[in-house]
């Protein structure tokens, strides 16, 4: 059995996994690392015949509410039967003490998770048109499931989402306070004084974008990936963050946010509007107040990654000028709220 890269015993995984699926694993098995960071850990396991995907929390100490490998392997089960793709679902271990921390096991999918612009364009412009389009379609399928019918009654609490949402990110923002922001009590005011009745609740992904969807050498979706903040609410948010995500391509963002809405043929904000209101049905009037929401969002995120930055506690590059993006958010978010 070769070494397995930090977090994963190998050989504990190996008699945890012959335990609950007997015969599974025909040979010796090698592990790499295909994603980590601060985020959950992304593990590619083979025995040379078979692979899987294995999933766990960063290394050291983090909020078992923001990792909850349980919640992750939940609704990725749950959606299985469903029109969404995703992977298939093999084990879920809660016990930490098998590889160090809770983990699931699912099944690899083919497919690449199209992040930047340059790895688009060798594609054409109809390809990448019709790759941008079948991204929303994929969204609005998953926005359609009923999560009563699919076992997800009682995944989140969609009452007061919204609400609730404005609140979590001013509570962020002050936690992560280390400078006076222009316009950020503006937007956080305005937003709290104008939430709407929101959309028919249903199971919202959380971080929905291309980079977080696998696509074949089809231009099919074959995978909805990365979980981790997937709840029962208002379906609208995501939509709205993923054209946040696209607008924030146009800015020069750097490493910040994905660029691959630039590539040209990709579908612009409004195609894509159009696009979910005819596939999902949903009314799309209040959408300045959900741009302006994911604005406030995101601006909180980078400022948070900011204040980290400012008390040495980044590693890398790239992360001195993260801080000059938080304000344009703030002020494109008051915008949308005046659209």
Known sequence: MDAAPPGLDLARFQEYFDGVRP???????????????????TYEVTDGTST???????????LATAHDMGREYRVITAL??????VPETYAHCEDPDVIGAPFYVMSKVEGTPYRYAAQLAPLGAERTRSISLRMIDTLATLHDVDPQAVGLGDFGRPGGFLARQVRRWKKQLDASHVRDLAGADELHD???????????????HGDFRLDNLLVDAGDRITAVLDWEMATLGDPLTD??????????????AGDAVADVATAPGFADADEMLARYAQHSGRDLSAMGFYLGLAYFKLAVILEGIHYRH??????????????????????????????
Do not use: C
């Open 23 to 41: 015969g599974a694993i025909t040979g010796p098995l090698r592990a790499s690392l295909i994603a980590g960071g601060k985020s959950n850990l």
């Open 52 to 62: 899987w995907i294995v999933r766990r929390p960063p290394l050291g100490h983090v």
């Open 80 to 85: 299985g039967p469903t029109d969404v793709p």
């Open 190 to 204: 305005t937003l709290a004084a104008s939430v709407p009745a929101g959309s028919a609740p249903g199971i919202v």
């Open 239 to 252: 939509i709205a963050l993923l054209l946040v995500y696209q607008r924030m391509a146009e800015l020069d």
């Open 310 to 339: 400012t008390h040495g506690q980044t590693v890398g590059e790239g992360f001195d000028t993260v801080g000059d993006l938080v304000v344009p958010l703030i002020d494109a978010g008051l915008a949308a709220l005046k659209e």
